[in-house]
């Protein structure tokens, strides 16, 4: 039956409050922001929390700050729906913009938070890799203070992050984009529905001052491993050359040969392994397009 165990429901008003909460309830408690992960995982009866702190309303952990020449700020606790509508993030950071636009169904998203959605930490969650691509930190925020750490460093795998007993994520932290560059995000489900990804991709390419010879890459896979893949075969095999249809092709089966994935009932590690060649593909010939007109 789904319904929900008994337990303490805390609504602290501060992420003061929530921080000393978090501390003194340890891990018999569990964090609520959107609950969209959460509440179905006790409903299932996969977890049992005896207490919940909801720090879903909390000022200090919403909005989104961009400024120009200065990177971004996103607060932990924003809606992915208030990510997919800002203007200001479409403009510098379309990759995340357009994974948030894909997250679930429009109920979902205005109600799941970007800072739910890294730490639930699913090996398919779709803005772990453009995060990644685009150079994301989080800060995580204790009692004694901050620090912070890459994206793909922060989550360690399903359900798995770098949290501690008392830290909450606090916020991500953008670089500003670097000049002639842009980057990508793709994923393949099984059918166009609200479906989560077999396998997803963001690509960011930065190139010289010649708009044609490619700087930096850095290309990151999810759903291919138990967390987000970094390649060091995509750039190692692109930095410093000019695109060409034959260097694109190879960096499908770069991207391929490192690609780790399972089967399970979403698809086989073989056609997950055909999906992250056609991104790779894809997605390289598209952030290269679109760096040279940045
Ligand atoms: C119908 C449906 C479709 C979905 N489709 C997709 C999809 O296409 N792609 C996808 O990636 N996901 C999908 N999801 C999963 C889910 O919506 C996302 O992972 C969402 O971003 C989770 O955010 P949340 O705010 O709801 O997290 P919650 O459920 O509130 O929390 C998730 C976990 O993170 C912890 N947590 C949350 N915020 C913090 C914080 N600031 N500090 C510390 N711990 C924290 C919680 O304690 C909990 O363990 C779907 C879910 C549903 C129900």
Redesign the pocket.
């Known amino acids: 039956m789904n319904i929900l165990h008994e337990f303490e429901y805390f609504k602290p008003k501060s992420k003061k409050e929530a921080l000393e909460l978090v501390k003194s309830q340890g891990s018999k408690a ?12 006790m409903k299932e009866k996969m977890i049992k929390p005896d207490a919940i702190i909801d ?2 309303d909390l000022e200090e ?1 919403k909005g989104i700050k961009c400024e120009a020449g200065k990177g971004a700020e996103i607060f ?2 924003t809606k ?1 729906a208030d990510i997919e509508a800002s203007k200001e993030l479409q403009e510098k950071y379309p990759a995340l913009t357009y994974a948030a636009s ?4 429009n ?2 998203r205005v ?7 890294c ?2 930490s ?1 090996p ?4 772990p890799a453009p995060l990644s691509a685009l150079g994301a930190k989080v800060v995580i925020s204790g009692l004694e203070g901050d620090r912070e750490m890459a994206v793909e460093d922060f989550i360690h795998g399903n ?1 798995k992050n770098d ?1 501690k007993e008392g ?4 916020k991500f932290i953008f670089p500003e984009p670097a000049k002639h560059s842009a980057c990508r995000y793709g994923h393949i ?1 099984l059918r166009n529905a ?4 077999c396998a997803n991709m963001a690509a960011n390419i930065e190139l010289e001052d010649d708009k044609e010879t490619i700087k930096n890459v850095k290309l990151v896979m999810g759903s291919v491993s138990i967390k987000p893949l970094v390649s060091q075969a995509v750039p190692n095999l692109l930095k410093g050359q000019k695109l060409t249809d034959e260097l694109v092709v190879k960096a499908g089966e770069a991207a391929q040969s490192e690609a780790k994935p399972i089967s399970d009932v979403r698809a086989s590690a073989e056609y997950r392994k055909e999906v992250i060649g056609a991104l790779a593909r894809r997605l390289v010939k598209e952030a290269y397009e679109a760096a040279r007109e940045a």
């Open positions: 569990k964090v609520l922001a959107g609950g969209t992960d959460l509440i179905i995982m720090i879903s952990l932990a606790c992915i894909q997250l679930g169904s109920q979902v109600m799941a938070t970007l800072g739910g959605n730490c639930h699913s398919a969650a779709e803005t359900r949290l830290e909450i994520l606090y489900g609200m479906e989560i990804d």
